[in-house]
């Protein structure tokens, strides 16, 4: 098998402009199958643009992308079929059950009832939850709401989850659950593509990307990263590259 | 400055504060640290007089909350959770616009915020939606600051800015406490702990801890290894399934480990991992950190709450 | 204060969708019921049946269609044909002349003139009913002086204060209240509920300000605002329209501020139970505006209302503003007569001020 055919993230001279302002500047990475690959900077500095791109609801100005082996230009509603999204914001219906929500996002994405309601099953034995699968999901604690969220956005088995600062807020604890949940799904291939805040999560991400001003500053695993700029955390590297 | 003695609110059937008290002396930097729903917008909404308890009783410099709500105003400020200013208006009229309903003007009290104001300066002009998180952070904090209050309240300044923007509002901070004002900030992120110089942490409406950051993850009660090997997922995963786990949690690139009992050495665990096969075996006591604490205390309560 | 009133201000015309509706409402709203649904009558269709074929029904007839509002169609030879001429569509109402008209009219003998109208489109067929007796009445008057009336006629008074029963003239008092409070009740609802939802409420809450320093603070630009609107609608009324005012404009104006006064504080009252923009949007529209349209008697008249609809439209604040600007504008009305439906708006601002007052929180709870 070629090399390339296990990249399921290609980015090639991706640059997105609004007006003069250039958003993301000539960036080029790719994500292999499995990877959990970390998309760090501070704020405005392009993160969104570009997940915003990689998602299929914006187009680039120039570059090739492709994702999950479809062309971001001409082929954004199978895109949108192989990935799952999640961020802090976008949360579950709070006055519907835990198995409604999963229900109507099985739905949208044409899964059988059949298939959502083993998929459910799964699920939910993975969280441990299948004893609350008629409960409405206001009632459930904040840590629980975003385990399964997580869920719900690969309910229809996507090839690439694009986690937007999945774990915010959420207490240290149900934090490292998470990343149990997201490490656990990884391993069985799922492709987990994160940004996040804590510095400490980087770390435990396969390879990081650093982005400064629109530009990727820095690509490696995090002990290369701390290795090449001599520093003891993440925290520092990421300190290093966002000051300069 | 702050005296709250046995504090409870209650929304309907959600307790938001089981029994709080707690007191903040005249010109410390303290800080309330709980994740999301733990109750620390509602303890700062009572102490801000925005909100009355259900019971108990709070005092702001010996005036208390509900009766002297008028004069409790006057020398608070406050920074909400959420970003709360006028999307439309430019950082210029939001900064002149809070300092005229507090009866003052920027040029009066240009010297307390001075240093912040000169970063966001050069954006005077343009909407404050337009400006990034930790632009907006700043700003916010002007305008709390614009009437030289006696005390700051600031709701989870941080939450989802960036490391660097935070690190630098972590350094105003520092520099207002010098000039004498008292700082009460809550965040959840358990690495700020380390900057207040007390804290406290919070967890479903209840206080867990209330002291120096240093006191606070040193009463960690066992011992603690932070391990590393080449296969981090297992790394996990063996830990938490032997015998003599306590406990086993990622933190970076290390799992913090704690072990059941503290006859197990790090040659103990170190064995234990070759044994499962595991590669490149770094063990090495270690000093716990507030968010082990935290986590420790999290786990005792629950426990508490299953027996 | 000064820099609250700036700030509204400014939220005001940096938001171009507000200032679209602000200031381009009222100009739409004026011309599109001036124009467009106005209820006068223009060269209707009708079809006479003269079975008198006298001087004096000839006269009558001619009388008719000089009057602008009706045009001759057809004449009928026989009651047989009245039918197939509605059928057809075109012909809205039939007159039928007795036979012996102009002799029996001489006699001074009651006479039976019949109009048949095609109520299919009843307001049109009722309008067109009392046009008919109108000019019939006016016809009689012009034949016989001040005698007896043979026909029994009854007379409007719409007809009596606005004599070419020019329908625009009934819709600029209407349109008026529609867009006064829609802005006034509306406008403020929505801006105070979205401080509480920004957040921007807590930091002021917090601030020394008084609540009614708040509240004031919000209202007086929207006050203005709508005072601008009111001139903007009567002077649309003015020249495009010829809408007199016959009454004093003074008085005329004072009337005005009342009425955008109560509005800014049922606005008020909206925006204390509201907790989102949302919510004070909807109540603004089910609370204020439907019942300002179909009960207020602007477009329904009162008094064919079912009776527990009078009653409840005696609740509608814009309905005693509809007739205090029609009589000023129209009858040139005074205090004199208009002081009790002053003295109803009057009341009412105060109970909202009241329960304003009461609702508004010091506090988030």
């Not at chain 3, 204390?272 to 349209?293: G, K, R, W």
Request: net charge neutral.
């Amino acid at each position: 098998m070629p090399a390339s055919q296990n990249k399921i993230i290609v980015v090639e001279n991706l640059v997105k402009k609004f007006g003069n302002f250039i958003a993301n500047d000539h960036l080029s990475f790719d994500v292999s199958k499995g990877e959990i690959f970390g998309f760090l900077g501070a704020n405005g500095a392009g993160k969104t643009t570009a997940m915003k791109i990689l998602c299929g609801l914006s187009h680039p100005t120039s570059g090739k992308v492709t994702v999950a082996g479809y062309d971001i230009y001409t082929q954004t509603e199978k895109i949108k079929r192989s990935i799952g999204y999640m961020s802090q914001k976008f949360s579950l219906y709070e006055d519907l059950t835990v198995y409604e929500n999963f229900r109507f996002y099985g739905g949208i994405y044409g899964l059988s009832r059949s298939e959502i309601h083993s998929q459910t099953e799964i699920l939910l034995s993975q969280l441990d939850l299948s004893d609350y699968k008629n409960r409405v999901i206001k009632t459930l604690p904040l840590g629980w709401k975003q385990k399964l969220a997580f869920s719900v956005a690969i309910i229809h088995k996507p090839a690439i989850v694009f986690l937007d600062e999945p774990t915010g807020g959420v207490d240290p604890i149900t934090r490292r659950q998470f990343w149990d949940l997201i490490y656990k799904n990884a391993y069985q291939g799922l492709t987990v593509f994160i940004t996040t805040h804590y510095m400490d999560e980087a770390e435990y991400c396969n390879r990081l990307s650093i982005m400064v001003d629109g530009k990727i500053k820095a690509l490696d695993t995090p002990a290369a990263l701390k290795n090449r700029f001599g520093c003891a955390t993440m925290q520092e590297v990421f300190l290093e590259l966002a000051r300069n | 400055m702050i005296q709250i003695s046995n504090i409870e609110k209650r929304f309907g059937e959600v307790t938001a504060l089981n029994k709080v008290s707690l007191s903040v002396p005249r010109g410390e930097l303290f800080g309330l640290i709980g994740p999301d729903g733990a109750g620390k917008t509602t303890l700062f909404r009572i102490i801000s007089s925005l909100m009355i308890p259900d019971a108990g009783e709070a005092k702001v410099a010996g005036l208390d909350v509900v009766k002297d709500y008028v004069a409790i105003r006057r020398l608070v400020g406050y920074m909400p959770g959420r970003f709360s200013l006028y999307q439309d208006l430019s950082v210029l009229e939001n900064l002149s616009f809070f300092a005229s309903i507090f009866k003052t003007t920027i040029d009066e009290n240009y010297d307390l915020i001075r240093d912040i104001y000169v970063q966001i300066e050069p954006f005077k002009h343009r909407p404050a939606g337009k400006l990034s998180g930790g632009m907006k952070q700043k700003l916010a904090l002007c305008c709390a600051l614009v009437h030289k209050p006696e005390l700051l309240i600031l709701d989870e300044p941080t939450t989802g800015v960036d490391a660097v923007s935070r690190i630098e509002f972590w350094d105003i901070l520092r520099r207002l406490k010098d000039l004498g004002i008292t700082i009460i900030v809550s965040t959840p992120y358990m690495d700020e702990a380390s900057l207040c110089e007390r804290i406290a942490l919070i967890q479903e409406g209840r206080l867990m801890s209330i002291d120096t950051p240093e006191v606070v993850a040193g009463s960690f009660p066992h011992s603690l290894f932070a391990v590393k090997t080449n296969n981090f997922f297992l790394l996990l995963n063996h830990l938490r399934e032997w015998k003599e786990a306590l406990s086993a949690y990622s933190f970076g690139e290390y799992v913090h480990f704690t072990p059941g009992t503290e006859q197990i050495t790090e040659r103990a665990i170190c064995d234990f991992l070759k044994e499962k096969g595991h590669t490149e075996i770094q063990v090495n006591k270690t000093k716990p950190t507030v968010e082990d604490s935290f986590m420790s205390l999290m786990l005792k309560k629950q426990n508490q709450n299953a027996s | 204060m000064k820099a609250f009133i700036k700030k509204e201000l400014f939220h005001i015309f940096r938001d171009y969708r507000t200032m679209l509706i602000l200031f381009g409402m009222p100009v739409v709203q004026v011309l599109i019921f001036g124009y467009a649904i106005t209820n006068e009558i223009k060269d209707a269709k009708v079809a006479i049946l003269d079975q008198s074929g006298d001087v004096l029904s000839s006269r009558f007839v001619s009388k008719l269609t000089a009057s602008g509002y009706f045009e001759v169609d057809r004449t009928l030879d026989h009651p047989s044909q009245i039918e197939p001429a509605f059928r057809e569509g075109r012909v809205k109402q039939v007159i039928v002349i007795p036979s012996g008209f102009g002799t029996d009219f001489g006699l001074q003998k009651q006479v039976t003139i019949q109009i048949l109208g095609d109520a299919s489109d009843p307001n049109t067929a009722n309008m067109l009913k009392t046009y008919t007796m109108a000019i019939l009445n006016d016809f009689q008057m012009q034949e016989l002086g001040k005698q007896s009336l043979p026909v029994d006629v009854k007379v409007e008074p719409l007809m009596f204060y606005n004599p070419e029963l020019k329908g625009v003239y009934m819709f600029v008092p209407g349109t008026m209240a529609i867009i006064l409070m829609l802005v006034s009740a509306m406008m403020t609802s929505i801006s105070i509920a979205r401080e509480k939802e920004l957040g921007t409420m807590e930091v002021l809450l917090v601030s020394p300000l008084r609540p009614w320093q708040i509240i004031i603070g919000k209202v007086i630009p929207y006050v203005a605002l709508s005072f601008i609107n009111a001139l903007l609608i009567l002077s649309l009324g003015w020249f495009v329209f010829g809408v007199p005012i016959i009454g004093s404009k003074g008085f005329l104006l004072i009337e005005v501020l009342l009425f955008i006064i109560m509005s800014l504080s049922l606005g008020i009252f909206i925006s204390t139970i509201s907790p989102t923009q949302q919510v004070a949007m909807l109540l603004s529209m089910f609370a204020l505006m439907l019942p300002t349209i179909l009960l207020s008697g602007f477009i329904f008249p009162v008094e064919n209302m079912p009776t527990v609809l009078q009653w409840l439209s005696n609740l509608m604040p814009s309905r005693w503003f509809i007739i205090i600007v029609r009589d000023i504008m129209l009858k040139g009305s005074g205090i004199a007569y208009l002081w009790k439906e002053t003295m109803i708006i009057f009341g009412m601002t105060l109970f909202f001020i009241g329960l304003s007052i009461v609702n508004f929180k010091l506090r988030l709870d």
